[in-house]
């Protein structure tokens, strides 16, 4: 039979730890932008769903929440704080005293959980504690959570498609690092990950999640998108790719490892449309709200800051897959491309849009 804890510690794709100036921690007003733009639906969600009734009949004195796909802080924080406030606002119009409120951290295990623990708000008013393992397995026991919360996390799949790893079929994505530009079946094959990741997501959530229980996840998400209109869409991605493939023919790293690298993103797969089309499937939870919005509000101040946030988030995967001591030259690299090509720092082309949902946990039968 199946260990239902083997899924805790996946593999790793954790965003660049510590407090330096290429850390996720100095690299994330983008994804804190999002927080910030989803706050008011979140609070309202908690306001108008969050069913005080199922806490009692579950613990009367404890709230257990869990961010998944936290990092290091600090938006984990914030998201954390905005979810307090609702809940203790909703006591308090009630007339009833706040129960205590337990705050789980979860990440990768690699991820650099010391930043988090030493940058833990001071006067926060909740307890808490650190998860390691992957969301797309089992994290908590049984019907343990009330609410779950998740932010910009569920753009990582759990892994990369097997058909571009398997180098029994050759290289299907040879000469890029994604899908854009890409052959159909690289395409394809991210797509179906997505789908499989998203239901292991939701199987996990529905065991963990109490009856009644709320779950709020944000994520970029694309709307209308035509890969061979769209100039913009993914050429970040591309130039990056361009990089490794151009030391590559200079002998500095091996060609055969740039063939098998790819980003196991799925930011420019994952489409409203068809992440409802999952959702309204569920057996175990029920859409309660979910909102489309524009992710307009960040800006790219300067090329520095464009390369950097892209280097938060990748330079340890980079770093896994070609070894240490390469990402310093691949980023000044692409640092001098996106200097012949500003363009596509302009976010508001790039048509992302964030989508945020609220599920709720159906009663059992
Ligand atoms: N929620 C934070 C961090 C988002 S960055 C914010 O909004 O700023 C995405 C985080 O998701 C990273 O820290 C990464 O390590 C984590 N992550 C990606 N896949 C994961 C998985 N399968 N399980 C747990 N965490 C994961």
Redesign the pocket.
């Known amino acids: 039979m199946e260990n239902e804890f083997d899924s805790v510690f ?1 593999k790793s ?3 660049k730890g510590g407090e330096g100036p290429h850390s ?1 921690a100095q690299n ?1 007003t983008g ?2 932008s999002a ?1 910030e733009a989803a706050k008011h639906h979140l609070q309202n969600a908690i306001t108008k769903k969050f069913d005080l009734k199922a806490i009692s009949a579950s613990s009367e004195n404890l709230i257990c929440i869990a ?5 290091m802080g600090p ?2 924080f914030i998201a954390i704080q905005n979810i307090v406030e609702a809940i203790q606002l909703k006591y308090q119009s009630q007339n009833q005293s706040t129960p205590e409120i337990l705050v789980f951290f ?3 295990a690699s ?1 650099d959980f010391n930043t988090l623990f030493q940058n833990f708000p001071p006067n926060r008013n909740y307890f808490a504690a650190g998860i390691p393992g ?3 397995g089992r994290l908590f026991p049984k019907q343990s959570l009330h609410l779950v919360h998740t ?3 569920l753009s ?1 799949l ?1 892994e990369l498609p097997k058909e571009l790893t398997d180098r029994s079929c050759g290289a299907l994505n040879k000469g890029r690092i994604f899908y854009t530009n890409a052959p159909s079946e690289a395409y394809d094959a991210y797509q179906r990950q997505f789908k499989m990741d998203w239901e292991a997501f939701l199987q996990a959530r529905a065991q963990e999640l109490v009856d009644n229980g709320i779950m709020a996840c944000l994520m970029n998400v694309i709307n209308d998108i035509d890969f061979k209109v769209d100039l913009y869409l993914g050429k970040d991605f591309e130039l990056l790719g361009s990089c490794p493939m151009d030391m590559a023919k200079l002998g500095l790293i091996q060609e055969e490892k740039v063939d098998t690298f790819n980003v196991p993103l799925c930011s420019l797969i994952s489409s409203n449309l068809d992440l409802m089309k999952i959702l309204e499937t569920s057996e175990d939870f029920s859409i309660e709200q979910s909102e489309v919005m524009d992710n307009n509000c960040f800006v790219i101040p300067n090329i520095e800051y464009f390369v950097s946030r892209l280097r938060a988030v990748l330079e340890v995967l980079i770093e896994n897959h070609f070894g240490v001591g390469i990402v310093d030259e691949l980023f000044e690299r692409f640092t001098e491309k996106v200097r012949e090509f500003p363009k596509i720092m302009d976010v508001p082309k790039l048509k992302f849009h964030l989508f945020f949902v609220v599920l709720k946990r159906k009663v059992k039968a």
């Open positions: 996946p794709y954790v965003m996720y994330s994804q804190k927080i961010d998944l796909g936290c990092s938006n984990t979860n990440d990768q991820n992957s969301f797309y932010s910009a996390a990582w759990s």
